[in-house]
């Protein structure tokens, strides 16, 4: 009736988190070929992903280097081919050059436009089902009612992110190891991996208002500081035609993904069978908990990215 998805970036991710909550598994960093062992840089390890996922009865999703240069190419390419000979349910691109290339191979395995596909219109949508894409992330500046515009316009499924800190920006380097003392002075020398402690970017005067905002860096993507929360409006969610939903875990300790999971099972499979909407006070209170920064849902509801707002 619906799918709730989520990431795993590699094989340790996967084997110790809680993922019985969900449909779906989207495997791989699409933001740092670096990372430790991701399924996004290395084809060696796609197959134990692969199987691991496939055990637990889930969908598997591969996710490609968003912003690949000239140089990332060959092992792109290697990784692709590797990918096509094993039955992954789709293959997720952030950009044109890939979404070609996989057209030009000839691969028969369905493709999602991730979020920083920057999609924006229904008319985009439509133009990318010809090169085989079956799923588009809508860019989070979009409100819902843009969102179900597209969906109901286009003849290609929507993914709607329900939870977690929102993908802003994206850089073919690293900021976190450009403005640290530690970092690689040489960007031959391997990674000394800084981005496995929280950095984070503030501004203001830190007496709560407006004028204050929060970024949280994972080295070659900038978070939201705040987690997007919409489990007080899993009806409203239903109601607008939605069916594919997605909580980012990146960053995140090995209990989020599932503890997040099992609150947001639980809220989807009541609106899908019409229950009367809970009173979500516990679940926002406990949510709110794990986000350092607090919740936010303001693209949503066509205000500023970082207001929450409630169920009324």
């Not at 933001?31 to 290395?42: I, K, L």
């Not at 079956?134 to 819902?144: A, D, H, I, M, Q």
């Not at 109901?152 to 802003?168: A, R, S, W, Y």
């Not at 693209?299 to 207001?307: C, D, K, P």
Request: aromatic fraction near 10%; charged fraction near 25%.
């Amino acid at each position: 009736m619906f799918e709730l998805s989520t990431e795993a970036c590699n094989i340790k991710e996967l084997r110790e988190g809680d993922y019985s909550a969900y449909d779906a598994t989207y495997l791989g960093d699409y933001s740092c070929p670096d990372y430790p062992n991701s399924f996004t840089s290395n084809a060696d390890q796609l197959a134990d992903g692969l199987e691991l996922v496939k055990s637990r009865g889930q969908k598997c999703y591969l996710r490609l280097y968003a912003v690949p240069s000239n140089h990332d190419l060959p092992w792109v390419e290697d990784l692709i081919d590797t990918a096509m000979g094993m039955p992954f349910d789709g293959f997720e691109v952030h950009n044109l050059g890939l979404l070609r290339m996989l057209k030009k191979k000839g691969s028969t395995i369905p493709v999602h436009l991730g979020v920083f596909g920057n999609l924006y219109t229904h008319e985009t949508a439509r133009t990318l089902k010809d090169y085989g894409v079956t799923r588009v992330c809508p860019n989070p500046e979009l409100s819902l009612k843009e969102i179900a515009y597209i969906a109901e316009n286009t003849p290609i499924d929507v993914l709607v992110p329900v939870h977690g800190k929102i993908p802003l920006v994206i850089s073919e380097t690293c900021f976190i190891v450009e403005h640290s003392e530690q970092g690689c002075s040489n960007p031959d020398e391997p990674c000394n991996y800084l981005c496995a402690s929280e950095h984070w970017l503030k501004r203001g005067r830190n007496d709560g208002s407006r004028a204050d905002w929060s970024l949280k860096d994972t080295g070659r993507m900038t978070l939201s500081g705040k987690d997007l929360c919409m489990v007080e409006h899993a009806a409203t969610l239903v109601q607008m035609g939605f069916n594919a939903f997605y909580v980012q875990s990146k960053g995140e300790g090995k209990d989020y993904v599932g503890n997040v999971g099992k609150i947001y099972r639980e809220a989807l499979d009541k609106a899908f069978a019409g229950e009367a909407a809970a009173d979500y006070t516990p679940q926002v209170a406990y949510l709110g908990a794990l986000a350092r920064e607090g919740l936010c849902n303001g693209y949503y509801f066509e205000s500023a990215g970082q207001r929450y707002f409630g169920r009324t």
